[in-house]
């Protein structure tokens, strides 16, 4: 009998703390970044300690690590490499994602480390996949523009591990290769500096009839690739990417426990009921989002994958107010602000597996026990016992 092998979640970890919200939540693994070498110069970026921390922290809860090193690098900036990539192996990382040939070359030359082929090199086909596995490469992050059956065919023809995206923001170019900032903001997009300047409005004249029209024609929708799940796990795809390493903690955990759950479930009972499938919607959307699209997983993207609904598109109108610090009879729900709120509105405490538990702040005190009508941001607070929650789970409330 055929055993399906489910596929691993693989979800954004722009900083230690939001790694251990991933690992936490579910993902089987993340991927981050250092202070170099990445496309996310504006991620808060892990220092070589937070990394050590971070890959300790996942292998104890048999989650893996995956370093980007995904920058294009000019001869100058390879110089700094071998030592990072020597630190790499040292903690045990489990896979650096690359994109640059000769950052390949130079991870070779000196380590063992596994290397994954970073979606920046717009892999689309057969042959490619066969080139960069002859180069060593272990698996191979598929361009966004490759469909859920090409990349099975592409795993099955060359051999080779598959990652595709299942989540997060798109970009409008292939695979990135833009450099609308480097022209319009002077930051390289290829070397972690992308403004995001494919989000922002444009003004068009058409020359013959003159006639001008505002547009965010640019700007894609976000992909969502959840009710393609099964899809992915025919295809035989290794691994579901979730885009975001800029996103917030609430991002990161949500992303990671509705698709996790989503894979269990399919584990247990081997399909998804349309409830389920609503419900796990349901908690998607309630995270910051633009309007949903599966772009090009089954199709190719077409018009209907822009998102020209800015103005009056609110998605996820739900923000993250603290985490649960320790939960007892005793000494009550003590939650680390993030956000404020005030006494008598209604939270919600995500637990790592199941619903989402709703409750209401009748009594909010500080740590000597004075009452409080409204906390503050970045202090720590008690509220009544909750039964059934613990430590690092996320607390959210609705923001309209
Ligand atoms: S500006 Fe937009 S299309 Fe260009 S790299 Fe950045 S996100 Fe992608």
Same mark, same amino acid.
């Given at each position: 009998?055929?055993?399906?092998?489910?596929?691993?979640?693989?979800?954004?970890?722009?900083?230690?703390?939001?790694?251990?919200?991933?690992?936490?939540?579910?993902?089987?693994?993340?991927?981050?970044?250092?202070?170099?070498?990445?496309?996310?110069?504006?991620?808060?970026?892990?220092?070589?300690?937070?990394?050590?921390?971070?890959?300790?922290?996942?292998?104890?809860?048999?989650?893996?690590?995956?370093?980007?090193?995904?920058?294009?690098?000019?001869?100058?900036?390879?110089?700094?490499?071998?030592?990072?990539?020597?630190?790499?192996?040292?903690?045990?990382?489990?896979?650096?994602?690359?994109? !640059?040939?000769?950052?390949?070359?130079?991870?070779?030359?000196?380590?063992?480390?596994?290397?994954?082929?970073?979606?920046?090199?717009?892999?689309?086909?057969?042959?490619?996949?066969?080139?960069?596995?002859?180069?060593?490469?272990?698996?191979?992050?598929?361009?966004?523009?490759?469909?859920?059956? !090409?990349?099975?065919?592409?795993?099955?023809?060359?051999?080779?591990?598959?990652?595709?995206?299942?989540?997060?923001?798109?970009?409008?170019?292939?695979?990135?290769?833009?450099?609308?900032?480097?022209?319009? @903001?002077?930051?390289?997009?290829?070397?972690?500096?992308?403004? @995001?300047?494919?989000?922002?409005?444009?003004?068009?004249?058409?020359?013959?009839?003159?006639?001008?029209?505002?547009?965010?024609?640019?700007?894609?929708?976000?992909?969502?690739?959840?009710?393609?799940?099964? !899809?992915?796990?025919?295809?035989?795809?290794?691994?579901?990417?979730?885009?975001?390493?800029?996103?917030?903690?609430?991002?990161?955990?949500?992303?990671?426990?509705?698709?996790?759950?989503?894979?269990?479930?399919?584990?247990?009972?081997?399909?998804?009921?349309?409830?389920?499938?609503?419900?796990?919607?349901?908690?998607?959307?309630?995270?910051?989002?633009?309007?949903?699209?599966?772009?090009?997983?089954?199709?190719?993207?077409?018009? !209907?994958?822009?998102?020209?609904?800015?103005?009056?598109?609110?998605?996820?109108?739900?923000?993250?107010?603290?985490?649960?610090?320790?939960?007892?009879?005793?000494?009550?729900?003590?939650?680390?602000?993030?956000?404020?709120?005030?006494?008598?509105?209604?939270?919600?405490?995500?637990?790592?597996?199941?619903?989402?538990?709703?409750?209401?702040?009748?009594?909010?005190?500080?740590?000597?026990?004075?009452?409080?009508?409204?906390?503050?941001?970045?202090?720590?607070?008690?509220?009544?016992?909750?039964?059934?929650?613990?430590?690092?789970?996320?607390?959210? @409330?609705?923001?309209?």
């Amino acid at each position: 009998m055929k055993t399906t092998v489910l596929p691993e979640i693989l979800a954004p970890a722009g900083s230690l703390e939001k790694l251990k919200v991933a690992v936490l939540y579910g993902a089987s693994a993340v991927f981050a970044g250092g202070q170099k070498f990445g496309l996310r110069t504006a991620a808060d970026n892990f220092t070589l300690d937070e990394l050590r921390e971070g890959v300790i922290f996942a292998h104890q809860r048999q989650a893996k690590v995956y370093v980007v090193l995904n920058s294009f690098l000019h001869d100058k900036d390879l110089v700094e490499l071998p030592d990072f990539v020597r630190f790499l192996e040292e903690i045990s990382a489990d896979a650096v994602i690359v994109s !640059d040939l000769g950052v390949v070359r130079t991870v070779r030359s000196i380590s063992t480390l596994p290397i994954h082929v970073s979606t920046q090199a717009s892999t689309l086909n057969v042959e490619a996949a066969k080139f960069w596995k002859s180069m060593g490469a272990s698996r191979i992050v598929l361009g966004r523009e490759v469909s859920i059956a !090409d990349a099975g065919k592409i795993k099955r023809e060359a051999g080779i591990e598959i990652e595709l995206f299942i989540h997060g923001s798109m970009c409008m170019s292939y695979s990135g290769h833009c450099v609308i900032s480097n022209f319009t @903001q002077g930051r390289d997009s290829n070397r972690g500096g992308c403004a @995001q300047s494919c989000r922002v409005e444009y003004s068009l004249e058409d020359l013959n009839t003159k006639e001008k029209k505002s547009s965010y024609f640019m700007s894609s929708k976000d992909l969502q690739g959840l009710r393609l799940l099964k !899809d992915f796990i025919d295809a035989g795809i290794d691994s579901l990417k979730i885009e975001g390493r800029m996103k917030s903690h609430l991002y990161a955990g949500t992303m990671s426990k509705v698709y996790s759950e989503a894979l269990r479930y399919f584990e247990e009972h081997g399909d998804f009921l349309s409830e389920d499938l609503i419900r796990w919607e349901k908690e998607l959307s309630k995270v910051s989002h633009r309007a949903y699209t599966e772009a090009n997983l089954s199709e190719p993207a077409g018009a !209907d994958s822009i998102f020209n609904e800015r103005e009056n598109f609110s998605g996820g109108e739900w923000k993250m107010v603290g985490t649960v610090i320790n939960a007892n009879p005793n000494s009550g729900t003590v939650i680390e602000v993030r956000n404020a709120f005030n006494q008598g509105e209604e939270l919600e405490i995500l637990p790592f597996r199941g619903e989402a538990i709703v409750v209401v702040a009748s009594e909010i005190m500080d740590l000597n026990r004075k009452t409080l009508a409204r906390t503050k941001p970045t202090t720590i607070v008690r509220l009544p016992f909750i039964h059934g929650i613990g430590p690092s789970q996320l607390v959210r @409330q609705k923001t309209v």
